[in-house]
């Protein structure tokens, strides 16, 4: 949702550049939560409407708006590609979203980031796309040649194209495939988008909390990026345990979702390119993996928990972003801070191999990457390499760990994680090829049934429930985020893994009732969780677990949801 945000923000800026002068295109953006940051533009003084009124395009805009399913029928829109996948699966308005699609430009970014499951959907999704006439742009710094022959590959099927095969390993690499030929287009990289980082391991956490130090006190700002909520919210009561007059940020995905947006947007402004020397110097920032892509923000010193290796390069992409003097005031020329450092946290490599090398260290990131025998090779090329030099390291880094030949490098003592992790992979993709619509079928008459998009699956992962935060006034519950909107409730709302937290408390059952009858959605597929203050900036609640057990609650604007320590943890 931050990506789509941000690149909202910048597309916003140049997207009437794509019309002749005059034209009025409609412009959204679309997410699950994109119609509370919707933003219509004032333009009515220079187009001779009253404020009471909106011209022709801001009405078709808020029209577009009203509701997901109608998005893809603007002229320009930037959302999830989640809104995409949903006009290739089994569900209802699925010809909508796909006649929306139809013969436009559909650029994917970051498409190195997806499972089994959703490339699989992917693959469709440009079959059909090609199919009915139109055109896609996949973008990736961090692409295995593996996927990019399995996206070309179906690019093509939709074509009615036999595939000649891939013959090029060069980067950046520019791959064309159209009704008439294919190309590959090595592509010269420019000496000024050439970046070389300095890899230090460390595989101590009081290393990483001395290495943060060191940096607040040259007055760096520093970025932790962590692989889970958990160890995100850990990280966070250390340091502000441990230094309390420095300021210090959390930023992850178990924000309620106005508190998401205020916090992306206060990290936009005291990191991005707009920021200067008083808004960045000494300040802390501990994340997940939210920060990690297409927002545009700039940190001097970075530290990164042990990832795939393509993570590990989008990481680094956040450090030394921009242009900047010693004291990080933005400049023209080259930049003044030194040489470009990051820190990877992880497991020792020294010593005999087990096979919780990496659980033992990360026991919560690792379900989030059950790769550990890649996470390995990861390890093992930045221990060699010392340094990340981009774009010239970056076609070996992700053969190094996933090429055809990746799996014979990997230790015995992970065979039987990388063969369990290997069969989910498969059994997703399997899922997916079940659940996707086929384009040679058609329609056919035993298509029934079909569900709401809320309760179709475009990620797998563990099931989760949408939680309503909610207070008391005057005995009264209201909104958690009372800001007296008509979206207060969905600014209200988090998601958080099912089995943590999937049924209402009966204590307040009849109050539960009464304000979800009220809701616009009358609060289907949500757990409404009434909070009580438990002390400064604390909130208190109660809701039961997959196993009906009593949870208990808390939520605070700093640091965000979270319950007793040992109970499950929903990762980013």
Same mark, same amino acid.
């Given at each position: ?34 119609? *509370? ?89 440009? !079959? ?172 001097? *010193? ?49 010593? !005999? ?10 026991? !919560? ?70 659940? !996707? ?136």
């Amino acid at each position: 949702m931050a990506t789509a945000n941000a690149m909202h923000e910048r597309i916003e800026e140049v997207y009437k550049k794509f019309y002749k002068g005059g034209e009025s295109p409609n412009y959204i953006l679309a997410h699950s939560a994109s119609r *509370y940051r919707m933003k219509i533009e004032e333009e009515n003084n220079e187009r001779g409407y009253s404020k009471e009124e909106m011209n022709a395009s801001q009405e078709a805009g808020a029209w577009l708006y009203d509701n997901r399913k109608k998005a893809m029928l603007a002229h320009i829109g930037v959302g999830t590609i989640d809104q995409a996948l949903l006009s290739i699966l089994s569900a209802k308005h699925q010809s909508l979203r796909l006649l929306g699609l139809n013969r436009k430009v559909l650029i994917v970014d970051e498409v190195h980031a997806y499972d089994s499951y959703m490339n699989e959907l992917l693959c469709n999704l440009l !079959k059909f796309h090609s199919a009915l006439g139109g055109s896609a742009i996949l973008l990736s710094a961090t692409l295995p040649q593996i996927l990019r022959k399995k996206f070309i590959e179906s690019f093509a099927e939709g074509l009615n194209l036999e595939f000649p095969g891939m013959s090029k390993t060069d980067y950046p690499l520019f791959t064309v495939v159209s009704g008439k030929d294919f190309n590959e287009i090595p592509v010269k990289s420019s000496d000024f988008f050439k970046k070389e980082v300095k890899i230090m391991p460390v595989d101590e956490e009081q290393k990483v909390l001395k290495l943060i130090e060191d940096a607040v006190k040259n007055n760096k700002c520093v970025c932790w990026v962590r692989n889970t909520v958990y160890d995100a919210i850990k990280g966070y009561k250390k340091i502000t345990e441990k230094y309390k007059e420095t300021p210090v940020i959390i930023f992850h995905s178990r924000f309620i979702l106005g508190d998401r947006l205020k916090i992306e947007n206060e990290v936009l402004r005291l990191f991005g390119q707009n920021s200067n020397a008083s808004d960045r110097a000494g300040k802390i920032v501990i994340a997940t993996q939210v920060v990690e892509q297409s927002l545009d923000i700039d940190f001097d *010193y970075m530290i990164s928990d042990m990832a795939p290796i393509d993570l590990i390069i989008q990481r680094a992409g956040r450090l030394c972003r921009h242009k900047r003097d010693m004291d990080g005031n933005r400049i023209e020329n080259s930049d003044k801070r030194g040489f470009p450092e990051m820190a990877v946290y992880m497991p020792s490599l020294e010593g !005999k191999k087990t096979d919780k090398w990496f659980s033992d260290v990360f026991p !919560k990131a690792a379900y989030v990457y059950p790769h550990h025998g890649e996470l390995w090779l990861a390890a093992e090329w930045l221990l060699k390499n010392k340094k990340i030099i981009m774009p010239d390291d970056a076609r070996e880094m992700i053969e190094y760990v996933y090429g055809a030949k990746s799996e014979i490098k990997i230790p015995k003592v992970f065979e039987r994680i990388e063969n369990k992790a290997g069969g989910n992979d498969r059994a997703r993709a399997g899922q997916a090829h079940y659940q !996707k619509l086929k384009f040679d079928e058609g329609y056919t008459a035993n298509m029934y049934n079909w569900p709401d998009e809320e309760q179709t699956v475009t990620r797998l992962g563990e099931p989760t429930t949408t939680i309503r935060l909610a207070k008391w006034e005057n005995n009264i519950l209201v909104p958690f985020f009372n800001q007296t909107n008509r979206n207060d409730w969905h600014l209200s709302q988090v998601s958080v893994y099912k089995y943590a937290v999937a049924y209402e408390d009966e204590q307040y059952r009849n109050d539960i009732d009464r304000v979800k009858s009220n809701m616009s959605d009358k609060g289907r597929y949500c757990v409404l969780i009434p909070l009580s203050e438990n002390g400064p900036g604390l909130w208190k609640g109660f809701a039961m677990n997959a196993e009906k057990e009593k949870v208990t609650i808390y939520y605070s604007h700093k640091i965000g949801l979270y319950w007793k320590e040992g109970d499950a943890d929903e990762s980013d």
